[in-house]
C-alpha cells in the first residue's frame, strides 16, 4: 500500500500558511476522501503529546519526508475561523456564544495537554453546523499561557469589527466590544472586565476554577443579552415585521396593541363620509381581532374540552408533559415536521449566522424536557 505525501495524500487547496507550516485542503488517493494536510519543514519538530477530544480536529496520519513533515487531520466541512469572520461581523450576542465554545476548548487543552495553545483564527476550523476545532493541537506557544481570555477577547473583537493592524490595549478592546451593544453598556462593561481582571489575578493551580468561573459568567451574560433583546421586540411593530416570523401565534397580540393604540388616540372633526370609513375599518378590525382570537390554541377551556371528549386521556398526558424532540440543526422543514409528529406547536425567529439558511440554530425548550402540549416551542432559524 502506498504511504507519505504526494503519494498517497495529495494537497488541492492551500488555506494558510504562517511561520508554522501550511494548512492544504487535499484528498486520500486511496480512501477517496478528503483531508486537511498541515506540511512543515522537517527541521520543526513537534511534540508527542497531542491533545485529544470533541474539540479537535483529529489526526489520521503523519509521517516526512525528505524535505517536510506532515499531518493528516481529518475534514470536516467547513472553513478557518479568520476566513469566516471576513464574510459577516458578528453582534456581541453571536461573539459571546462563540466565545462559550472558545473556553470549553481551552478546559479541554488544560486536560489533555496543559496549557500553551495556540489560538488563533488560523488555528481554529469553523464547521458548517457552527461547532469551531482546533487545527493544530500538538505546537505549544509559551507566550500563550497566562494570556489565553486576553487572546479569546481580541479574537471576538477580530470577529466583530475586523483586521486591526496593531495591538490595541484590552481595555480599548472592551471597550469597544461594550458600544456595540444597543442596551445598557454598564453592565456589559463592567461583566467584561469582571472576566478581565480575574485571568490577571489568576495563579497557576486555579487555572481550571478561573476557566470554569468565565464560562459561567459568558453564558449570563449571553443570556442577559438575549433576554433584553427579546424583550425590546415587541415594542416595535415594524422590527417584529423583519425580524420574527411566526406560525401565526404573534397575530393577535400584534392586532391587538394596533386596536389600542387606535383607540387611544384622538379623531379630529370628520366628515360624514370620512367617518363612515373609518367606522368600516373599525369593524373589521374587530372582526379580524375576534376570529384571530377564536383560532388562539392555548386556554384552559380547550384543555378541558378535549379530556372531557376522550375520557381523561389526553389531560393525564398535558399533565405528564410532552417530551420536546432535538431539532438543532435540522431544517425548518425537518424540524416541523418533527415536532408535528409530537404534537407540538412552534414559532420561529431568524437570525443572522454562518449556518445554511433555513438551519434551526438553537430551540427553547431543550430537547428531552417535557412540556404541556398547550405551549409552544422556540426556535431560531438562520436567515
Given at each position: 500500500?502506498?504511504?507519505?505525501?504526494?503519494?498517497?495524500?495529495?494537497?488541492?487547496?492551500?488555506?494558510?500558511?504562517?511561520?508554522?507550516?501550511?494548512?492544504?485542503?487535499?484528498?486520500?488517493?486511496?480512501?477517496?476522501?478528503?483531508?486537511?494536510?498541515?506540511?512543515?519543514?522537517?527541521?520543526?519538530?513537534?511534540?508527542?503529546?497531542?491533545?485529544?477530544?470533541?474539540?479537535?480536529?483529529?489526526?489520521?496520519?503523519?509521517?516526512?519526508?525528505?524535505?517536510?513533515?506532515?499531518?493528516?487531520?481529518?475534514?470536516?466541512?467547513?472553513?478557518?475561523?479568520?476566513?469566516?469572520?471576513?464574510?459577516?461581523?458578528?453582534?456581541?450576542?453571536?461573539?459571546?456564544?462563540?466565545?462559550?465554545?472558545?473556553?470549553?476548548?481551552?478546559?479541554?487543552?488544560?486536560?489533555?495537554?496543559?496549557?500553551?495553545?495556540?489560538?488563533?483564527?488560523?488555528?481554529?476550523?469553523?464547521?458548517?453546523?457552527?461547532?469551531?476545532?482546533?487545527?493544530?493541537?500538538?505546537?505549544?506557544?509559551?507566550?500563550?499561557?497566562?494570556?489565553?481570555?486576553?487572546?479569546?477577547?481580541?479574537?471576538?473583537?477580530?470577529?466583530?469589527?475586523?483586521?486591526?493592524?496593531?495591538?490595541?490595549?484590552?481595555?480599548?478592546?472592551?471597550?469597544?466590544?461594550?458600544?456595540?451593544?444597543?442596551?445598557?453598556?454598564?453592565?456589559?462593561?463592567?461583566?467584561?472586565?469582571?472576566?478581565?481582571?480575574?485571568?490577571?489575578?489568576?495563579?497557576?493551580?486555579?487555572?481550571?476554577?478561573?476557566?470554569?468561573?468565565?464560562?459561567?459568567?459568558?453564558?449570563?451574560?449571553?443570556?442577559?443579552?438575549?433576554?433584553?433583546?427579546?424583550?425590546?421586540?415587541?415594542?416595535?411593530?415594524?422590527?417584529?415585521?423583519?425580524?420574527?416570523?411566526?406560525?401565526?401565534?404573534l397575530s393577535a397580540p400584534l392586532k391587538t396593541r394596533v386596536h389600542v393604540e387606535a383607540k387611544k388616540r384622538k379623531v379630529p372633526g370628520l366628515s360624514?363620509?370620512?367617518?363612515?370609513?373609518?367606522?368600516?375599518?373599525?369593524?373589521?378590525?374587530?372582526?379580524?381581532?375576534?376570529?384571530?382570537?377564536?383560532?388562539?390554541?392555548?386556554?384552559?377551556?380547550?384543555?378541558?374540552?378535549?379530556?372531557?371528549?376522550?375520557?381523561?386521556?389526553?389531560?393525564?398526558?398535558?399533565?405528564?408533559?410532552?417530551?420536546?424532540?432535538?431539532?438543532?440543526?435540522?431544517?425548518?422543514?425537518e424540524a416541523s415536521q418533527k415536532l408535528s409528529e409530537s404534537g407540538l406547536r412552534y414559532k420561529y425567529y431568524l437570525e443572522s449566522s454562518f449556518f445554511?439558511?433555513?438551519?434551526?440554530?438553537?430551540?427553547?425548550?431543550?430537547?428531552?424536557?417535557?412540556?404541556?402540549?398547550?405551549?409552544?416551542?422556540?426556535?431560531?432559524?438562520?436567515?
Open positions: 500500500m502506498k504511504k507519505g505525501l504526494y503519494e498517497r495524500y495529495v494537497p488541492d487547496m492551500l488555506l494558510h500558511e504562517d511561520e508554522i507550516g501550511q494548512l492544504h485542503r487535499g484528498h486520500d488517493k486511496i480512501l477517496k476522501r478528503d483531508v486537511l494536510l498541515y506540511i512543515f519543514p522537517r527541521r520543526s519538530s513537534y511534540p508527542e503529546c497531542m491533545m485529544h477530544g470533541s474539540s479537535v480536529l483529529q489526526i489520521l496520519d503523519r509521517g516526512e519526508t525528505e524535505n517536510e513533515a506532515f499531518v493528516v487531520l481529518e475534514y470536516i466541512p467547513g472553513l478557518l475561523l479568520g476566513t469566516a469572520a471576513k464574510s459577516r461581523a458578528l453582534s456581541l450576542k453571536e461573539a459571546l456564544g462563540m466565545a462559550r465554545q472558545f473556553v470549553q476548548i481551552l478546559q479541554e487543552a488544560s486536560q489533555t495537554k496543559g496549557r500553551g495553545l495556540l489560538f488563533t483564527k488560523n488555528n481554529l476550523w469553523l464547521t458548517e453546523t457552527g461547532e469551531v476545532k482546533v487545527i493544530n493541537s500538538w505546537a505549544v506557544s509559551e507566550e500563550a499561557v497566562g494570556r489565553e481570555i486576553s487572546d479569546m477577547f481580541r479574537l471576538m473583537h477580530y470577529m466583530m469589527f475586523g483586521e486591526v493592524k496593531i495591538e490595541l490595549p484590552l481595555e480599548q478592546v472592551i471597550e469597544e466590544m461594550s458600544l456595540s451593544y444597543p442596551g445598557d453598556l454598564f453592565i456589559i462593561r463592567k461583566s467584561l472586565r469582571a472576566i478581565w481582571r480575574r485571568e490577571q489575578k489568576n495563579r497557576a493551580e486555579q487555572y481550571e476554577r478561573m476557566l470554569a468561573q468565565t464560562l459561567e459568567d459568558i453564558t449570563s451574560l449571553y443570556h442577559y443579552i438575549k433576554k433584553t433583546q427579546a424583550g425590546l421586540r415587541p415594542f416595535s411593530v415594524q422590527e417584529e415585521g423583519k425580524n420574527t416570523t411566526s406560525h401565526g401565534l360624514p363620509k370620512r367617518l363612515a370609513a373609518v367606522a368600516l375599518v373599525a369593524i373589521v378590525c374587530v372582526v379580524a381581532f375576534a376570529f384571530a382570537q377564536n383560532d388562539k390554541p392555548s386556554s384552559a377551556k380547550s384543555v378541558e374540552t378535549i379530556s372531557q371528549e376522550t375520557g381523561g386521556q389526553q389531560s393525564e398526558e398535558n399533565k405528564a408533559g410532552v417530551e420536546v424532540p432535538d431539532v438543532e440543526g435540522l431544517s425548518l422543514q445554511k439558511k433555513g438551519t434551526v440554530l438553537k430551540q427553547n425548550p431543550k430537547p428531552g424536557e417535557k412540556i404541556p402540549r398547550v405551549e409552544v416551542v422556540e426556535l431560531w432559524v438562520s436567515e
